[in-house]
């Protein structure tokens, strides 16, 4: 049987602090101000308050830059009381450039699943950060290293594991 050692994650960006949620808002504000617009001003104004919007979250982003509050599972739920790292119902925080050695040796079959999460309390739920597969044809190749990602939360951690 097969078993993946988990060797290093190393985090090249943490979850960006303006999820869909913060996008949202910022496009209602813009769009609730068009009708103090009159029909002339407003093409102009809307047009602007769009060309505006990544700068807004650009700055958002910079002010909310949270790290992670990070836990590993080996499921795709995203509840911490699974937590394979670092513990059940705990979190770390990481931020950009920060690498750490979570010591986890998983036995498996034929593949095992490693999900990255962001704990953002019981009433927002947790935000996948990316997942890496781990397969039993890489037994015996080495140190390997995938990238978990997730585009939505913007985030990106480098998973180095071998299978022994």
């Given at each position: 049987?097969?078993?993946?050692?988990?060797?290093?994650?190393?985090?090249?960006?943490?979850?960006?602090?303006?999820?869909?949620?913060?996008?949202?808002?910022?496009?209602?504000?813009?769009?609730?101000?068009?009708?103090?617009?009159t029909?002339?001003?407003?093409?102009?104004?809307?047009?602007?308050?769009?060309?505006?919007?990544?700068?807004i979250?650009g700055?958002?982003?910079?002010?909310?830059?949270?790290?992670?509050n990070?836990?590993?599972?080996?499921?795709t739920?995203?509840?911490?009381?699974?937590?394979?790292w670092?513990?059940?119902?705990?979190?770390?925080?990481?931020?950009?450039?920060?690498?750490?050695?979570?010591?986890?040796?998983?036995?498996?079959?034929?593949?095992?699943?490693?999900?990255?999460?962001?704990?953002?309390?019981?009433?927002?739920?947790n935000?996948?950060l990316?997942?890496?597969?781990m397969?039993?044809d890489e037994?015996?190749?080495?140190?390997?290293?995938?990238?978990?990602?997730?585009d939505?939360?913007?985030?990106?951690?480098?998973?180095?594991?071998?299978v022994?």
């Amino acid at each position: 049987m097969p078993t993946a050692t988990v060797q290093t994650i190393y985090c090249v960006q943490p979850a960006t602090g303006t999820d869909f949620g913060v996008n949202q808002a910022v496009i209602d504000a813009i769009m609730s101000l068009t009708p103090q617009f009159t029909q002339n001003d407003f093409a102009s104004n809307l047009l602007h308050g769009i060309r505006s919007l990544p700068s807004i979250l650009g700055a958002i982003d910079a002010i909310r830059a949270d790290p992670d509050n990070l836990f590993i599972t080996t499921g795709t739920e995203g509840n911490v009381d699974d937590a394979v790292w670092p513990s059940p119902g705990n979190t770390r925080e990481v931020n950009a450039d920060q690498s750490f050695e979570p010591g986890l040796v998983l036995p498996f079959e034929y593949s095992q699943n490693l999900s990255l999460w962001d704990e953002d309390g019981p009433l927002n739920g947790n935000d996948p950060l990316g997942s890496v597969t781990m397969t039993a044809d890489e037994q015996g190749t080495g140190e390997i290293a995938k990238i978990a990602r997730s585009d939505i939360e913007g985030s990106a951690y480098y998973v180095i594991y071998r299978v022994d």
